[in-house]
């Protein structure tokens, strides 16, 4: 009923810049909030940024100053701006989203939808 698609992962020097996108579609009646989460090589998913669709946003502390995500509701989009890359932000970001769907029956149900994923390598 919902899709996020990823995109702008790539292969970045140390302190380099990237900025990734995040669309949904879909039955979408609203959306609540979105977020970016990383998941470095062998290790657990972690939460990078969220942002209410009213841009109320949370960082995780090893971001904060360097990474920036921003909203556009009518686009139904998401974006993270990642400056002064670190190797250690090396692994798959994957977009979220808080969204209230309309189902087959016509009513509205949230979700919490995930997207497939976008690797990000930072080398030294």
């Known amino acids: 009923q919902v899709q996020l698609v990823e995109s702008g992962g790539g292969l970045v020097q140390a302190g380099g810049s990237l900025r990734l996108s995040c669309v949904a579609s879909?039955?979408?009646?609203?959306?609540?909030?979105m977020g970016w989460y990383h998941q470095p090589p062998g290790k657990q998913r972690e939460m990078v940024a969220t942002?209410?669709?009213?841009?109320?946003?949370n960082y995780a502390d090893s971001v904060k100053g360097r990474f920036t995500i921003s909203i556009d509701n009518a686009k139904k989009s998401v974006y993270l701006q990642m400056n002064s890359l670190r190797p250690e932000d090396t692994g798959v970001y994957y977009c979220?989203?808080?969204?209230?769907?309309?189902?087959?029956?016509?009513?509205?149900?949230?979700?919490?939808?995930w997207g497939q994923g976008t690797p990000v390598t930072v080398t030294s």
């Open positions: 879909g039955s979408i009646f609203s959306i609540n909030s």
């Open positions: 979220n989203g808080d969204i209230m769907v309309i189902t087959s029956e016509a009513r509205i149900n949230p979700t919490d939808a």
């Open positions: 942002i209410t669709s009213g841009g109320r946003t």
